[in-house]
């Protein structure tokens, strides 16, 4: 499944939702977002119940601890070298095509090209401190 991708003012607000039950509409009116788009949290596994009529219910505080579950694995898991972060795939590849370029101190900016949509990314990166220590890009390329 892919990832959702909840809205920033969702995970702002969730954590000051209530201990109690919201129904769809109520709650969807809280976060300011369509219902259409809380039902489809639902189906991903937004944490709900339907009572004895069949209505839905969701759990206010239960809602904001899902919401900050999905929050945790996008703490950044640490980029490996030539690794660069694509934000049009949302995901990070491994950069092809780079080109190091000094920027100030002893950062430098790798500019590669997504292996998989084409388009430029760009990396701050710290220089190799000793020039033994060099890392060969192409080879690091050819690994995978
Ligand atoms: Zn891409």
């Known amino acids: 499944m892919p990832r959702l991708r909840l809205p920033h003012f969702v995970i702002v607000k969730s954590p000051g939702l209530l ?21 489809d949290w639902l189906v991903a596994g937004a944490p709900h119940f339907r009572d004895e009529r069949n209505n839905l219910w969701i759990h206010g505080r239960d809602f904001a601890a899902w919401v900050a579950s999905w929050r945790k694995p996008t703490k950044k898991r640490k980029l490996r070298k030539g690794e660069a972060f694509c934000l049009r795939c949302n995901k990070a590849v491994v950069m092809q095509d780079i080109s190091t370029h000094p920027m100030r101190g002893k950062l430098i900016m790798l500019r590669g090209k997504c292996p998989e949509c084409g388009c430029r990314i760009n990396r701050a990166d710290r220089a190799p401190t000793h020039s033994t220590n060099n890392i060969n890009w192409t080879d690091i390329q050819n690994e995978k």
């Open 19 to 39: 201990p109690m039950h919201y129904k769809i509409g109520e709650l969807a009116e809280t976060l300011r977002i369509p219902d259409r788009t809380l039902r």
